[in-house]
């Protein structure tokens, strides 16, 4: 065990863990912030995405201790209110289904925004490649990026 001081969601907070806990399982078990979803636990879903220094990264394989300073959000540092443009967008469009890796999904369209303000369709499926939703919403998604994209703008 280690103590092991983290930057997340603007917050430096510590835990004791071993540094070799995947960072899916300090935000949810250590401090609380369970909007980041398991999934598959090999980083292939896209379910555990979070923002590492504004990058989308898959939290369930990386050990905590690789962390370090690095500036970590998750789902629920990404707004206040939950009004992010694509949260508001995701409402809008009614994109959740069953919604468990909508979580995963708005991290990483909201990377690919900021990335990249003005995506096409090729640029959203190439980002959101690597998050699955087995209920099938890809299509809402897309057009849900697309609108928070617009959104963005005002």
Request: aromatic share 2%.
């Amino acid at each position: 065990m280690a103590i092991i001081n983290l930057n997340v969601n603007g917050k430096t907070l510590s835990v004791d863990v071993d540094p070799s806990t995947p960072l899916l399982w300090v935000l949810r078990d250590h401090l609380n912030l369970v909007g980041t979803k398991f999934g598959c636990g090999m980083a292939q879903c896209g379910a555990c995405t979070v923002h590492l220094n504004g990058n989308a990264i898959r939290s369930c394989t990386l050990p905590v201790s690789s962390v370090k300073t690095n500036a970590i959000v998750t789902i629920e540092g990404l707004s206040e209110k939950g009004d992010h443009p694509l949260q508001q967008a995701w409402e809008e469009l009614d994109v959740s289904q069953c919604g468990y890796c909508q979580a995963g999904q708005i991290m990483s369209a909201a990377a690919l925004l900021k990335r990249n303000p003005k995506p096409t369709d090729q640029d959203i499926d190439n980002a959101m490649s690597g998050n699955i939703c087995r209920c099938g919403t890809h299509v809402r998604i897309r057009k849900a990026i697309h609108l928070a994209a617009k959104k963005s703008k005002k």
